[in-house]
């Protein structure tokens, strides 16, 4: 009795082009890792390989899904029925399997020797033509350029495979393969998309995280990460450092030149990347900075900022356009999980240096007292993301859904987004300003915030609750508190508008 599938994987290109210690270690590398993604889906299975293939036997189609994220597979193809090497059993075969789906379809064979021929052995070509002459009276015709359906026939040692699909995988290299490194993560686009693509390339991870929002970025950050822990990670247990940088926020704040901020900011992360890489023995810090797509990322204070530390620094998207790193993100599914968190970045000057001298931001950052970075390294939160349930780390002391009758609505919105559209009533206060004034505001009134991605407004509501005021944030952001305004505001779905 065969299984419920049998699933034909082709390794990536990277692979064939090593050498034979080289290429034995790496399919055993790839091997583990296909078994833990099997085994970490729940899904029963055996895995077999030879020279140019592995194939996985599975109890469930469903095996075929897990599997396209393996890095190291070019490709894969579920197949549907398997025969002798004989013509007449695989023309019989593939006649039975495609008759119905070329009906009234214009069709192609394409069939392939998988690992060099041998004397006596069937041609891949005499395949085509034996098999496509048997189709083509069930057919509208043949076109092998542009078909519409494909029969897919693979000969390799002794036996026929035959199947339609042909699904991409993602490539590279087997994760583990290519050492450790660790990669600074905010819980946006470009940091998880970087990592992703430093794993593709057989870089196993470790996740720092330099907290500037408080627990509920924390908590959006958690949720990326682990996407890519459970869904791209196998073979690997990555662990997420959660480092609490709100004394460093204030030091910067408080002691350097506000154009500096975000450099000096930067700087102290890889400082933190890099202790955290000594200690779990990392060679490179992984980053999503791009060129000139914010003012840090200026080639010039680019330059400043990597001399913070002696590690290499691997910047896997340093040419890409954020387009791009958008439709990335939603290839590998953190899009939606990175679209709550936003961009998020607790200090923004408001003339940015765009072209700082490492000079003066080594004199700006020796008013920094780095000791608070060491207290901040010593105490961060360990996790690891493989074992971790989210659920355990809910926040629903700092969420509403609603607004409750009498409070004070906070809007931390800029003025222009303002005066387009905001809840009825509310009043609005820049981040900095919220920051400054909220340890004097009236203890006995309840609050109600909002931003726009529910990162903001949340960070406030925390530090708020810490000085015993009565807030919570508004789960979901701006469209929540649109979606409140359609049903419950008499203004209707416009909310107020100022002229």
Not at 409 to 428: E, G, T
Request: aromatic content about 6%; some cysteine.
């Amino acid at each position: 009795m065969y299984p419920e599938a049998v699933i034909l994987l082709r390794f990536s290109g990277d692979l064939s082009t090593k050498s034979r210690a080289t290429w034995r270690r790496m399919v055993d590398r790839l091997v583990r890792n296909l078994e833990d993604a099997l085994a970490s889906e729940g899904i029963e299975a055996g895995v077999r390989r030879t020279r140019n293939r592995i194939y996985v036997e599975a109890d469930t189609p469903e095996a075929a899904d897990v599997l396209g994220r393996v890095f190291g597979l070019q490709s894969l193809s579920p197949l549907e029925e398997r025969t002798p090497e004989e013509m007449p059993a695989i023309v019989a075969a593939g006649e039975a399997l495609f008759r119905e789906r070329v009906a009234g379809r214009r069709f192609a064979v394409r069939a392939r020797r998988v690992g060099g021929r041998r004397d006596g052995e069937i041609r891949s070509v005499e395949v085509e033509r034996e098999l496509g002459a048997a189709l083509l009276p069930h057919a509208a015709g043949v076109d092998l350029g542009n078909p519409e359906v494909v029969a897919r026939v693979e000969l390799c040692e002794g036996e026929a495979y035959l199947f339609g699909e042909h699904r991409p995988a993602p490539g590279g290299l087997p994760l583990g393969v290519e050492g450790r490194a660790v990669a600074l993560v905010s819980g946006g686009f470009d940091s998880a998309v970087a990592a992703w693509h430093m794993l593709k390339r057989g870089v196993s991870l470790d996740h720092v995280f330099c907290n500037l929002g408080g627990a509920s970025h924390e908590l959006g950050t958690l949720r990326v990460m682990k996407e890519i822990a459970d869904h791209w990670s196998y073979g690997d247990r990555p662990i997420f450092h959660g480092v609490d940088f709100a004394a460093l926020l204030d030091e910067i704040r408080a002691k350097t030149e506000q154009k500096y901020w975000q450099i000096l900011l930067k700087r102290l992360m890889l400082r933190a990347a890099e202790a955290v890489a000594v200690e779990r023995r990392c060679a490179a810090i992984v980053t999503g900075e791009a060129i000139g797509q914010v003012s840090s990322q200026t080639l010039t204070n680019l330059g400043v900022i990597s001399q913070a530390t002696r590690l290499p620094i691997l910047r896997p998207l340093v040419t890409c356009n954020k387009e791009e790193i958008i439709a990335q993100a939603r290839t590998i599914g953190t899009y939606d999980l990175s679209k709550v968190v936003g961009e998020y970045c607790a200090i923004v000057p408001r003339r940015p240096a765009t072209s700082a001298s490492l000079g003066v931001v080594l004199r700006e950052e020796e008013k920094i007292d780095l000791s608070l970075l060491e207290v901040a390294l010593a105490e961060r939160r360990i996790l690891d993301l493989r074992d971790l349930s989210l659920d355990a780390l809910a926040l629903p002391e700092l969420e509403t859904t609603t607004i409750p009758a009498g409070a004070v609505v906070i809007a931390l919105q800029p003025k222009s987004a303002f005066a387009q559209w905001h809840w009825p009533d509310a009043a609005r206060l820049d981040f900095a300003e919220a920051l400054r004034v909220f340890p004097s505001m009236d203890k006995s009134r309840e609050y109600a915030l909002y931003c726009e991605f529910g990162l903001m407004s949340a960070h406030l509501a925390e530090m708020m609750q810490r000085e015993g005021l009565n807030a919570r944030h508004i789960r979901g952001g701006l469209r929540a508190v649109k979606n409140l305004a359609a049903t419950t505001s008499p203004a209707g779905p416009e909310g107020r508008q100022d002229s």
